[in-house]
């Protein structure tokens, strides 16, 4: 993690209420082109939040401004109530789905791989969801790829320390957004950062799958009954590749089951891990290896093949788009 941006003067007093009188922590760890990303706590000072502002734009229209706004807060946490299954989590007494199993529209089948939504405003711009521990994927594939430096290089290049984990990681990858695209979800901007790696045993209760937090913990047992690795000590000093992808960042989500659209997803994180990942980009196959064959139970049968088939068009497409400049 490259650790908090120091905060502008009068930053909390600029946040929307309540944030702007709280005594709650508050770290800038995000500034983007729409929105500003801080680490908070939310209702109980032990449930670390993450909080989403979109500041007004003064050069839209006001009343358009307000719109827009409105419209990205409320579709980003409806997709993300659908995906986990849960209603606003607040205090964990959020409305329970019957059964939060995969199913045809998706309801809860992401359950503990996106944040939960713990609350929203959309007149004042803001959404809270469960803080992740762990950092991006991004960040992770980084820090491993400099931690890896003694194998000679990135850790994706032939030899290099690390590229089984890798491969590991990206499998996972693949598999998350399969089960995303299964619930009838497309994400619109899958990149490595809008992915969250989090160390297992680190899931809140509510969040998780029950199976999911059986495994996660037996696993952390096993593990920090050998030695090390203390599922506290882990957001900044995770070296390794180890844990669930946490699926973030659903402003731009839409449902959709079109093969189109869901190849159109796979392009666009294809792209960005090249850009980003230069280093490890050949190893990206394990993505759409693993998609193709529906791991995780995501697209399964012929579906993500079919899917992968679909991905060649887009390809096709996106080069001859950049020939003609
Ligand atoms: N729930 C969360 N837990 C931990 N970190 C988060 C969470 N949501 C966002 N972040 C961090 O903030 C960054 C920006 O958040 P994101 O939702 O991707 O906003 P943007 O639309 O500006 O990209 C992410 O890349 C990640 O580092
Ligand atoms: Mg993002």
Redo the contacts with the bound molecule.
Sequence with gaps: MTGPIPLPPNARARLPTPFNTSPEPLEL??Q?A??L?Y?TTFLSPSQPA?L?IRPVKKWRHPTLDKRLTRARILAEARVLVKLSGEGIAAGGGGRKVKDPKREGEGVGGMRGLV?AVLGLDWEGGWLV????EGG?VKERIYRVSRAGTKGGGRVGEAGGEGVEELRGLLRKMGEVVGKLHACGIVHGDLTT??M?LRPFGTASPESSKPERHDEASAQSSTRSASDVDQPQATSTSQTSLEGDIVL??F?LATQSVSDEDRAVDLYVLERAFGSTHPWEEELFACVLDAYAHGEGSGMAGKAGKTVIRKLEDVRMRGRKKSMLG
């Design positions: 760890i995000a983007g729409e929105s990303l680490k993450a989403k944040p969801t469960e803080w992740i991006t950062s809008n969250m973030i960042d402003g």
